[in-house]
Structures are given as structure tokens and as C-alpha cells.
Antibody
Framework: QVQLVQSGAEVKKPGASVKVSCKSS????????VHWVRQAPGQGLDWMAV????????DSAQRFRDRLTLTRDTPTSTVYMEVSSLKSEDTAVYYC???????????????WGQGTLVTVSS | QSALTQPRSVSGSPGQSVTISCTGT?????????VSWYQQHPGRAPKLLIY???KRPSGVPDRCSGSKSGNTASLTISGLQAEDEADYYC??????????FGGGTKVTVL
């Protein structure tokens, strides 16, 4: 079955960057889009971006567009999300989620990674 | 784009039904049949419950159902069970390759 495994927790200082990985298995890597969603402590879900592993293209929410970089390593079926210029408000659990590339699958978040806690603190 | 509007909490006794609303605009909920719902237990990743407004993934009990009228989508959980106590989030495609989530609703089983 589809499984997404994310990298471990990170602690970063304000102004630094963080790179989170999301390794997929159980399906053909290029057949699913990968969304990124974050959740600040005690808060709700916040959609950040969607990545197409086939061609490396991405779309993101306006508020993240300048600080977000999405890449992939196809041989290892891994997608990476890098957030730069971190602020304390970026402290959150970051999730990757897969979306099937066929039919209406693109519009939902089918399977989720376990989440990666990123703490931004001086 | 603002988050979709959900009630902060709903509650019900075992066996009863609860309905969670998710209100957006004609640019998101009302404009597309791409509303989905997610269940999240504390400390866990969200889980897909409903997609395309009314469809259930395999493994999700038919006690969960979705609907939509105008700019408001709804999730109904019937035959409430203790394991249903969790946070629930709606999501909608919002056009231009962007998505929105609701603020989340805490369901309490009394």
C-alpha cells in the first residue's frame, strides 16, 4: 500500500533554512502528486504547495511562494521541501500527502506521511 | 483566500448523529465538487474520510457521509462511537492550483 516516510524533527534558528524529505513507496513515484501541509501547535491544517514528480513543477500558496523550494530524487522516490528565511511562526509539524494523478485524485490528500516537527527558536 | 469556516466543536452521545458544516464561497466549496474531509486523532497524521463531496475511500465506514449545498459542505457521522472522538477538517480546491482547509472541528463523544 502507499506509504510516505518523512525525515526526523529539526530545530533551526530564525533566518535559517530547513529541508524535509518525504520518501514514497507502494506506488509508481511519478503517478502521484505530493502535497505539503503544515500544522502549527494547537492549530489547524494549512495547505502549502503541490508538487508534480513527473516534471518537477510546483504550485504553492501565495504566502509561501518566495520561501519554498520543492525538488525530487526520482531513483529514491523522494520529494524534498525546503523552507528558507525561517521565522518563529514557521514552527509546525509539516506533512507530505500523496494525491493520485488520475481522475479526480489530484484534488484530495489520499495518504499522509507521519509528519516532521520543525521548531524555529533562537 | 480565507480558511473555510467550521464550528469549533460539536458533541453527541454514543449512537447519535453529528453533522459538521464547512462554509466557503463560490470560488471554492461552491465552485467545485472537490471537497474532502479528514479525521485527525491527537498526535497522529490526518486520515482521508470523504472525497469529491460524497465518496468514501475503501475502509471508511458508511456511518460517515458527505454532502454539499451551495457554498456549504457537510460531514455527517451517524451511530457515533467513542473512536469517532477526534478533530475533523474539510478541504476544498480553490482554483488556480490552490487548496483551502477549514479551521477544524473537535467532535466530543459524551
Amino acid at each position: 500500500q502507499v506509504q510516505l516516510v518523512q525525515s526526523g524533527a529539526e530545530v533551526k534558528k530564525p533566518g535559517a533554512s530547513v529541508k524535509v524529505s518525504c520518501k514514497s513507496s507502494g506506488y509508481t513515484f511519478t503517478n502521484h502528486y505530493v502535497h505539503w501541509v503544515r500544522q502549527a501547535p494547537g492549530q489547524g491544517l494549512d495547505w502549502m504547495a503541490v508538487f508534480n514528480p513527473t516534471d518537477g513543477s510546483a504550485d504553492s500558496a501565495q504566502r509561501f511562494r518566495d520561501r519554498l523550494t520543492l525538488t525530487r530524487d526520482t531513483p529514491t522516490s523522494t520529494v524534498y521541501m525546503e523552507v528558507s528565511s525561517l521565522k518563529s511562526e514557521d514552527t509546525a509539524v509539516y506533512y507530505c500527502a500523496s494525491a493520485p494523478g488520475s481522475g479526480s485524485g489530484y484534488y484530495r490528500f489520499d495518504s499522509w506521511g507521519q509528519g516532521t516537527l520543525v521548531t524555529v527558536s533562537s | 483566500q480565507s480558511a473555510l469556516t467550521q464550528p469549533r466543536s460539536v458533541s453527541g452521545s454514543p449512537g447519535q448523529s453529528v453533522t459538521i458544516s464547512c462554509t466557503g464561497t463560490s470560488s471554492d466549496v461552491g465552485g467545485y465538487n472537490y471537497v474532502s474531509w479528514y479525521q485527525q486523532h491527537p498526535g497522529r497524521a490526518p486520515k482521508l474520510l470523504i472525497y469529491d463531496v460524497t465518496k468514501r475511500p475503501s475502509g471508511v465506514p458508511d456511518r460517515c457521509s458527505g454532502s454539499k449545498s451551495g457554498n456549504t459542505a457537510s460531514l455527517t457521522i451517524s451511530g457515533l462511537q467513542a473512536e469517532d472522538e477526534a478533530d475533523y477538517y474539510c478541504s476544498s480546491y480553490a482554483g488556480s492550483y490552490t487548496w483551502l482547509f477549514g479551521g477544524g472541528t473537535k467532535v466530543t463523544v459524551l
